[in-house]
Structure formats: structure tokens, C-alpha cells
């Protein structure tokens, strides 16, 4: 598995696991033990998928060194406060089974409780301030947000000690976010990219089908090559064993510049949701 690397130097596989809707329990435990089998090396999930118990266990049973697999979590929306992230972060270690995660994000960055005066912003202050010293304990590699739009990032970088790592939002064909990525890279902040598959409503679009048969390939793989294409950091999710294995072989082909174009462009795949007006 290649990597990128992270403004603070530590190594981030290319393609991540996602276990978003995958229960606890066997479910997701033989689904990320499926994938570790088959070559991945990066796992993500988030208190609020409930799920970091199993995902801990099959990470513990994989036979794989803790050093070579890159763990993410997220601290959640109702602990959005110096104490309750502080808090959470331990409580997600323990249920993980480890002692270190590799990233650890903020999931949203405008929950509904903390939107009056806009008591978002101190709400994210205080728990990056938890994320910074977990950061410096060594309890966790490295440290993003999620969902962040650039007036959330501004805000954050106001008061920041460490700058965000990683920015986790919501890209696919059809939804490049320009503006916010070139922000991003601006900050030498990682892109990772959510539903890159668009929770898996890109199967039904006839224009990425047409250019799968072209390239040889599947939609997955045409979807997850151009997030690969844009510097993107792909998080498929998948409980099918051959989907899982299959998701992985976008090593191998290259899209035009011309068919990226394309896919930026696309219609009717998936559309990010304003952070300020809904809710995860
Ligand atoms: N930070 C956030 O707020 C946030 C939000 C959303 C997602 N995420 C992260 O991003 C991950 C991925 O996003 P997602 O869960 O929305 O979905 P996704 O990866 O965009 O799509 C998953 C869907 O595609 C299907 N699929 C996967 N590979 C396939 C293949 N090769 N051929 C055919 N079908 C395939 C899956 O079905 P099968 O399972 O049956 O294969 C599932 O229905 C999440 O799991 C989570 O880790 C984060």
C-alpha cells in the first residue's frame, strides 16, 4: 500500500477501510478482518458509528504489528468541550483496545446544541485543545476535523497550536469542492474522501459506467482512481468480501485528464451537505 505523508511526517496508507453502518460485532469484525487479510493498512471509524469495539477486536486478531495499521476514530458531536473530549478520547481508546490511534478527527464542526452565538467555535476550540494534548501524550499520531467548510477551518486556526492535519469531507464524482480543497492545500491539510462511491448511488450513472467499460474496470474502481487522481485519500466502505478485495486494484490503470474532467463534472452522484444546517 502506498502513502501519503502528513504536514507532521507521519506516513497515511492511500486507501482507508470505511465502517460507517457497519454493525458491531461480527459484522464488523469480519469485515475489517477481511480487509486487513487482503492488503489494506488504514481502518476509519468514529464513536458514533458504534463500532470501535469490534473494529479494536479484528484489528487485535489480524496478526498484523499495531505499527502497521493506521487507525482513525472522531470525537462526536456532544463533546464538544475541553473535559468531555478529553474523556472520550480515553473512553475510544479502551474500546478500540489500543493505545494510540494514528488520527483522531473532530466529526462535525457545527453540531445543532452549540449553533446559538455561534457556540460552535468555542465548542471546537475546546475540544482540539483535548486533541493537542492527546496529540503531545502521544495518544493519538495526528490530528484533523471532518466536515469542516473554510469559514469552520478559519475559525479554527484562530486559536490552533497545531494546525489540522486532515480535513475528512464528503468527495466523489460530481462533487470536487474546489474551493475548499485548494484551502486545504493551502494549509497542507490531507484531503480524505467520504462516500467516495456516494454511499453507492454511482452505480446507477450511466456516464461512469461508459467509462468503466472503456478503462477495463469496474465503477468502484473508476470512482476511487479519480479521488486518487485529485490527491484525495479514498475511504470505501464495503462489507463484500469481493468488493472489499476489489476496491483495492486502482493501483493498475490511470484515467485521462480529460475523463477526470469528466467525473468532476458528473450529475446526480452525491452533493455535500451544509454542516451548518444539518446534522451527520
Ligand atoms: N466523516 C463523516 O462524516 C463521514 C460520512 C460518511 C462516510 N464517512 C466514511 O467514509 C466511508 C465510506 O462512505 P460510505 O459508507 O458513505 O459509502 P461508500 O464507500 O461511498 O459506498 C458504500 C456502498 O457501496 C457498495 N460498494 C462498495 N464497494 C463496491 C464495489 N466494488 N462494487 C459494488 N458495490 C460496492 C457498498 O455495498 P457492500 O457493502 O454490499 O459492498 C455500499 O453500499 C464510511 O464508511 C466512513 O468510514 C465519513
Known sequence: MENYRLS?????PKVGFGTWQIPDGEEVYNS???????????????????????????IADSGLAREDIFLTTKVWNDKHDYELAKASIDESLEKLGVDYVDLLLIHWPNPVALRENDAWKTGNAGAWKAMEEAYKAGKVRAIGVSNFMIH??????????????VNQ??????????????????????LEAYSPLGTGSIFNNELVKDMAGKYG???AQVALRWSLQ???????????PKNIEANLEIFDFEL?????????????????K???QTNF
Open 256 to 272: 485521462s485528464a480529460e475523463d477526470v474532467a469528466k467525473l468532476d463534472k458528473v450529475e446526480g452522484v452525491s452533493q455535500q
Open 217 to 219: 474496470k469496474s465503477i
Open 274 to 276: 451544509d454542516p451548518d
Open 32 to 58: 475489517v478482518k477481511h480487509a486487513l487479510e487482503v492488503g489494506y493498512r488504514h481502518v476509519d471509524t468514529a464513536q458514533i458509528y458504534r463500532n470501535e469495539v469490534g473494529v479494536g477486536r479484528a
Open 230 to 240: 485529485k490527491g484525495f485519500l479514498p475511504l470505501p466502505k464495503s462489507v463484500t
Open 169 to 190: 469531507v464528503l468527495l466523489a464524482p460530481g462533487c470536487p469542492q474546489e474551493e475548499l480543497t485548494a484551502f486545504c492545500r493551502q494549509h497542507d491539510i490531507l
Open 8 to 12: 507532521n511526517g507521519v506516513n497515511i
Open 152 to 165: 469552520h477551518l478559519e475559525a479554527l486556526l484562530e486559536s490552533a497550536e497545531i494546525k489540522p492535519h
